[in-house]
């Protein structure tokens, strides 16, 4: 069992940049994929940027250039951060992993992911 819990959302202007982290806690796998996805209300929970313990990362489109996903091992934490936002960019955030996970199948896509943050809420206004 793994738990996850997000924090540094907020309310930033447009352009500005803010850096969210996630805390993670319980079981340890050797294989593992981590992302961060983003809901906002009325919309599908959309995948921003994934990694994986082999190394692959992905960014979505909508985030390329402007977001990057990182992972400091000996904290446990994993770190999405986030430049140049826009008011499309609000949503609800959530760390998503997928512990024991073969990188090779490596998605961003909720299904992929079976533990899941509570979410921080990102406002650009």
């Known amino acids: 069992h793994v738990q996850l819990v997000e924090s540094g959302g907020g309310l930033v202007q447009p352009g500005g940049s803010l850096r969210l982290s996630c805390v993670a806690s319980?079981?340890?796998?050797?294989?593992?994929?981590l992302a961060w996805f983003r809901q906002a209300p009325g919309k599908e929970r959309e995948g921003v940027a994934g990694m994986c313990s082999d190394g692959r990362r992905r960014n979505a489109d909508s985030v390329k250039g402007r977001f990057a996903i990182s992972l400091d091992n000996a904290r446990n934490r994993l770190y999405l951060q986030m430049n140049s936002l826009n008011p499309a960019d609000t949503a609800m955030y959530y760390c998503?992993?997928?512990?024991?996970?073969?990188?090779?199948?490596?998605?961003?896509?909720?299904?992929?992911?079976?533990?899941w943050g509570q979410g921080t809420q990102v406002t650009v206004s």
């Open positions: 319980g079981d340890t796998h050797m294989r593992y994929c």
């Open positions: 998503a992993a997928a512990p024991g996970a073969p990188p090779t199948l490596f998605r961003l896509t909720p299904d992929f992911y079976n533990y």
